[in-house]
């Protein structure tokens, strides 16, 4: 939790805020699509991102977002939505109550090695489109929203 957020959480408890985050579809020549599984979660798969901090736009949020959780490095952002409603709230198991606004982003795999960073990042794969794994909530919602958008494969570098 950033400290921005921490010190609102300190002035207004578990109250209902509005969130603005990031999602990041990573795909590889293929097409495959680069998901995660979050540490100490059983929810599924799920489509790499996090919140945008302040003082940061989406799209470099969406850079920082894949560096930090598997190392990776991108390149030819291409917004495809920006997404929000009852499929993107959620209340955490200490109370706290979340709406996103997720700017949803495909990208190039232009560097790196991608893995798990092991702190929020338990497990990192490659899946075709046609053969996905159990996926969260949110990213079920997500794909169910954007499929109307083509996924495409990354440009060859």
Not at 39 to 47: T, V
Not at 55 to 81: F, H, K, M, W
Not at 88 to 114: C, H, I, K, S
Request: proline share 6%; hydrophobic share 40%; net charge negative.
């Amino acid at each position: 939790m950033s400290s921005h957020l921490a010190g609102l959480r300190a002035r207004i408890g578990h109250e209902l805020i509005l969130l603005p985050s990031v999602s990041v579809i990573v795909t590889d020549d293929d097409a495959r699509l680069m998901l995660v599984r979050h540490a100490g979660s059983e929810d599924g798969w799920a489509i790499p991102g996090g919140a945008v901090e302040i003082g940061e736009s989406p799209a470099d949020a969406a850079v920082r977002e894949i560096r930090e959780e598997t190392g990776g490095q991108i390149d030819q952002l291409r917004l495809l939505d920006v997404l929000g409603g009852a499929d993107f709230e959620v209340t955490y198991p200490n109370g706290d109550q979340v709406a996103y606004v997720t700017a949803v982003y495909q990208a190039r795999l232009a560097g790196g090695t991608p893995a798990p960073d092991q702190e929020e990042i338990s497990e990192l794969g490659w899946f075709a489109p046609s053969a996905l794994p159990d996926l969260n909530r949110f990213t079920r919602a997500t794909l169910n929203r954007i499929r109307a958008v083509r996924i495409q494969p990354s440009t060859p570098r």
